[in-house]
């Protein structure tokens, strides 16, 4: 039973290129969210998504960021023309349609920018 | 604002001892929480969860207690083992289905 799986754990990016970040729900697992994680803090939400919709993208910076869960495939979180401040840990978590509310997380994509 | 903080930011505990970790939460109309402990380069694993009306919830080795009068959460762990080391987070929902806000971590160190 494969838990939440995200892809690729590690990424290296240069300022100015894109980075795409992939995030596999459990399966039956119909809810994403999106975490962001800064060395030494906690998690701080970004983007809920339902398949093909964006529930709550409050967290979400305004520019160059951007989410999708389309009907077939990963959740992907599209970084554009990456900076510095993008380097941190992005978890993505995910909750059956029925569920209490615990959200299972994945184990990270873990972005550098050089 | 919105927070959800802790009151230590470390924890040192013999190892057999119990572990009690605590949280202040800001916003009374949360209505659900949940404990995470992360682990090194791992993602946050849940722990135990607990809705706004109940005051205990009891686990394996674990229990959470929610005061709501005084907005605080407190997790305990018995006989804490060396494998309990990690970092503890508190989080907390403001409606069903929605996003978690989490506190900044407790660092839960446990001696031989």
């Known amino acids: 039973n494969a838990g939440v799986m995200q892809n690729p754990r590690h990424l290296v990016r240069r300022r100015g290129q894109e980075a795409r970040l992939r995030c596999s729900p459990m399966k039956g697992h119909s809810h994403v969210y999106w975490y962001r994680q800064l060395p030494e803090e906690g998690l701080k939400f970004m983007v809920y998504?339902?398949?093909?919709?964006?529930?709550?993208e409050s967290g979400m910076p305004k520019e160059r960021f951007s989410a999708e869960f389309p009907k077939e495939g990963p959740s992907i979180l599209r970084i554009q023309q990456v900076v510095r401040g993008d380097s941190a840990a992005y978890f993505c978590a995910s909750r059956s349609a029925g569920g209490e509310g615990e959200q299972f997380f994945g184990p990270g994509t873990r972005l550098t920018v050089l | 604002g919105e927070s959800v903080g802790l009151h230590l930011p470390t924890l040192s505990v013999q190892e057999g001892d119990n572990s009690i970790i605590n949280c202040a939460y800001s916003n009374s109309a949360s209505d659900y929480f949940i404990w995470y402990k992360q682990e090194s380069g791992k993602g946050p694993q849940f722990i135990i969860d607990i809705r706004s009306n109940m005051d205990k919830r009891q686990g394996q080795r674990v229990t959470v207690l929610l005061n709501k009068t005084v907005k605080h959460l407190s997790l305990q762990i018995a006989a804490t083992q060396p494998g309990d080391s990690a970092v503890y987070f508190c989080?907390?929902?403001?409606?069903?289905?929605?996003?978690?806000?989490f506190g900044q971590g407790t660092e839960l160190s446990v001696k031989p």
């Open positions: 989080a907390e929902r403001r409606n069903q289905g929605g996003k978690l806000i």
């Open positions: 998504l339902q398949k093909e919709n964006i529930i709550d």
